[in-house]
């Protein structure tokens, strides 16, 4: 079985680190994998799409994600102009970067509530707190963990070993655990 997740986000705020961090510890986890962007503009602040995909067994299909099972956005202004449902699975997952009215989300996202599993997280609270920076791709790594045990913890944790400079990788560490803590589905 094949999970493919479709990461949306803006320049700069990690969406492809996201995604690689999330192959990366599949990976770990003995799991075949793909991450790859898609840049439209290359510019801080400009939408992009990053994708995850993790199989059982070797991956042949070499295209952007159409129809995930999961969708992240990193930047909850994206709601108000970038279909992030378009082609997700019949009771596929969304986690969205969101504080706020319940209600008004479904209305942003087009959505019925039951249509999807949807969890939120404060993402962007949590990352100025301990990141110091908007960077919100690690805290939506928890709160996809909270939803979805796609991978383990510890694999998360050792990707982020692997990736990062050790005082980068404690705090993003943090972030994850925080963001994980305070996820929740709506």
Do not use: C
């Amino acid at each position: 079985m094949m999970i493919e997740v479709r990461w949306h986000g803006r320049g700069g705020q990690g969406a492809w680190t996201a995604a690689n961090l999330l192959a990366m510890a599949a990976a770990i986890d003995g799991k075949h994998v793909q991450s790859f962007p898609a840049f439209g503009p290359e510019r801080s602040g400009a939408p992009i799409l990053a994708f995850t995909r993790i199989s059982d067994k070797p991956i042949d299909l070499h295209s952007m994600v159409y129809e995930p099972d999961i969708v992240i956005v990193l930047d909850p202004t994206l709601l108000k102009n970038v279909p992030v449902t378009e082609g997700l699975k019949k009771n596929g997952l969304i986690v969205v970067n969101y504080e706020g009215d319940t209600e008004k989300l479904y209305k942003m996202l087009g959505i019925e509530k039951g249509e999807y599993r949807v969890y939120i997280t404060p993402a962007t609270k949590l990352a100025l707190e301990i990141l110091k920076r908007p960077i919100t791709n690690t805290a939506m790594i928890g709160a996809l963990l909270k939803a979805e045990k796609l991978v383990s913890f510890e694999s998360i944790e050792k990707a982020l070993y692997e990736r990062f400079p050790k005082p980068i990788a404690e705090k993003n560490l943090g972030l994850i655990k925080q963001a994980y803590e305070l996820a929740r589905e709506v």
